[in-house]
């Protein structure tokens, strides 16, 4: 597990944080009762699962399972390791690092990456910005970009050859091995050589403006034609968006989120600084998470070819799946807001914005494309296309599109809304269908992750999860436990190890809250901690029903006794009280 820091410490630091303002930071919370609610940040969603609970200092959203402690969030939102959570929410409060011992290795070996990178691009600038590298800048004037802009986003040349790059970075103290792990280099039998060459270089930065990858272009048509950092130590590009860090400044609550580096560049320069991008792969689930953190309306942008509609399309699927206001931009003056903006400037972008169709109209457009609706056999295809479109939208949406199409196609109004409700009911029941193969899977899943075996019953389970629970809830509990319990009557890995840990902390008088546990706990196991102290049906505060639950356990001990004796060494009375043991006699 992870470095455990001294009590005393974590508890300043329990102090100085509060749960429901550094969540508030990320999450719009909302007040109900003694709670507060919000969209969960770690998963798409339309309505709030999400709560926190300021007594326990503590989360858990009830649609992804995710929950624990503020150093949980924090390592989940930052996607840090425990140690590098704990040193966030410390620098945030004003204390130092206790002085014990812990081993930060990664977390200097991950600040060495981010120093390594920013001289990388250093580099790359003043290599471009000399005579050997005029032919980088030439490209990026000719691209039409202004020196501000060039130097705005830090863009960049790597020399085509395979020494000045690495004879640089290594005077400035890096190993070859270092850039191999940045994947700044790479390696063959004749040993390392650059990664990026002869390519014109752009830095990656995230939200707190680090320089964590680099994407790089060729000068011509040549292929392949982009190269990006792989994923390292520092980089994940699924957990990134291109820009974010100059976008959530922009003063906008929209963001414009378009294919290319290029476009991004160029909607900057014209004035939209809202505009963003991916980082070469279809919209992750952690890139939508960041989206719809930053703003409440998101314009998509995406190039007319084939490839670029295809990837619209898969926009929209996943981002539909957020509160986000969907506007896909339809434009037939150039193939990219770049190719737009160079030939009509920034005013016919403004007005595309001003005039772009919602998610529903989209579809609703590209349901007609190709059809001939003067036809009868246009329209009624049409119309077989628009109704799984209408069917899964709300009461008010409903009355005004089938209006629209009704008016449209001269048909009954009535007719296509039959038709709308039997879709809407086939929905409701493959969406059922669908909830209970997903509620299905998760729980063995689960019970796969936290069972020794998997074939002990519900029962059981129930039992550990009460003791837990209940032993959370009333520390005092832990005597007549323990003098009935050992951790190994515990069926699954992980109620036992709770089990040991709750008992050691409140044996030698320690506080069981949950910033003493996180470092014991996964990020995972932590959200089923926080979900038993607040599962109210599981926690009894008297000692009766615990019995229950520990007999229960025992008699699951018992029947793992009888299952692993072997008949053949018993004595004939001994084989004969086993077999009225198993008949239940």
């Not at 410490?9 to 709670?35: M, N």
């Not at 020399?159 to 103290?173: L, Q």
């Not at 506007?327 to 009509?344: A, R």
């Amino acid at each position: 597990m992870a470095t455990r820091f001294n009590d005393q410490f974590l508890e300043q630091l329990r102090d100085r944080i509060d749960i429901e303002d550094l969540i508030g930071e990320y999450v719009d919370l909302k007040r109900a009762g003694r709670l507060t609610k919000g969209l969960c940040p770690f998963h798409s969603e339309k309505t709030p699962s999400f709560v926190v609970y300021p007594e326990s200092q503590s989360y858990y959203c009830f649609g992804c399972t995710k929950g624990g402690d503020a150093i949980t969030f924090i390592r989940d939102i930052e996607n840090l390791d425990y140690i590098e959570a704990v040193k966030m929410l410390a620098d945030k409060a004003g204390l130092q690092m206790p002085n014990e011992q812990y081993d930060d290795t990664i977390i200097k070996k991950k600040k060495r990456m981010l120093e390594m990178n920013k001289e990388a691009a250093r580099f790359f600038y003043q290599y471009m910005t000399s005579k050997e590298g005029e032919v980088g800048l030439n490209y990026w004037l000719g691209r039409g970009l202004t020196p501000q802009t060039i130097k705005h986003f830090g863009l960049g040349y790597a020399p085509n050859d395979w020494n000045t790059f690495i004879n640089y970075m290594r005077s400035k103290g890096y190993s070859a091995q270092e850039l191999y792990e940045g994947d700044l280099v790479r390696k063959s039998e004749k040993g390392f050589y650059p990664f990026f060459r002869n390519r014109v270089m752009t830095p990656i930065i995230d939200l707190r403006g680090n320089i964590i990858a680099f994407g790089g272009r060729v000068l011509d048509d040549s292929k392949p034609k982009y190269l990006n950092t792989s994923d390292t130590l520092i980089y994940k590009k699924g957990n990134n968006i291109f820009a974010l860090n100059f976008a959530k400044s922009s003063g906008e609550d929209s963001l414009i989120l378009c294919e290319g580096y290029m476009d991004v560049i160029a909607l900057h320069q014209a004035g939209f600084t809202n505009a963003v991008a991916g980082l070469g792969t279809a919209l992750t689930p952690e890139q939508v998470r960041l989206i719809s953190h930053y703003c409440s309306k998101v314009y998509l942008s995406y190039d007319s070819d084939e490839a670029g509609q295809k990837a619209l399309r898969s926009a929209i699927d996943k981002l539909s799946e957020t509160n986000l206001n969907i506007h896909p931009l339809k434009y037939s003056e150039g193939k990219d807001p770049d190719e737009i903006i160079k030939k009509f400037g920034p005013e016919r972008w403004k007005s595309i914005l001003s005039g772009a169709m919602n998610e529903i109209e989209y579809k609703l457009l590209t349901c007609r494309e190709g059809l001939d609706l003067t036809t009868d056999d246009g329209r009624i295809k049409y119309l077989r296309l628009a109704v799984p479109v209408l069917a899964p939208l709300g009461a008010i949406e409903k009355d005004v599109y089938i209006s629209r199409l009704s008016e449209e196609l001269s048909v009954s109004r009535d007719a296509i809304m039959a038709q709308v409700v039997d879709a809407e009911k086939r929905l409701n029941r493959n969406r059922r269908r669908a909830d209970y193969g997903s509620l299905d899977k998760s729980f063995n899943e689960y019970k796969d992750k936290t069972s020794t075996r998997n074939d002990f019953g519900i029962r059981a389970h129930k039992a550990e999860e009460a003791i837990i629970a209940s032993l959370q809830s009333n520390p005092d509990f832990l005597k007549k436990i323990e003098e009935q319990l050992t951790p190994d009557d515990f069926l699954s890995d992980f109620y036992r190890h709770a089990y040991e840990v709750l008992r050691d902390r409140i044996g030698s008088g320690q506080s069981i809250d949950f910033i003493y546990l996180s470092s014991e706990f996964s990020p995972e196991e932590m959200g089923r901690l926080v979900k038993l102290q607040n599962s109210g049906d599981l926690i009894s505060n008297t000692f009766r029903e615990v019995q229950d639950c520990i007999n229960v356990l025992k008699e699951e001990n018992e029947k793992k006794k009888v299952d692993k004796i072997n008949p053949a060494s018993l004595s004939d009375e001994e084989f004969l009280k086993l077999f009225k043991d198993k008949r239940g006699e």
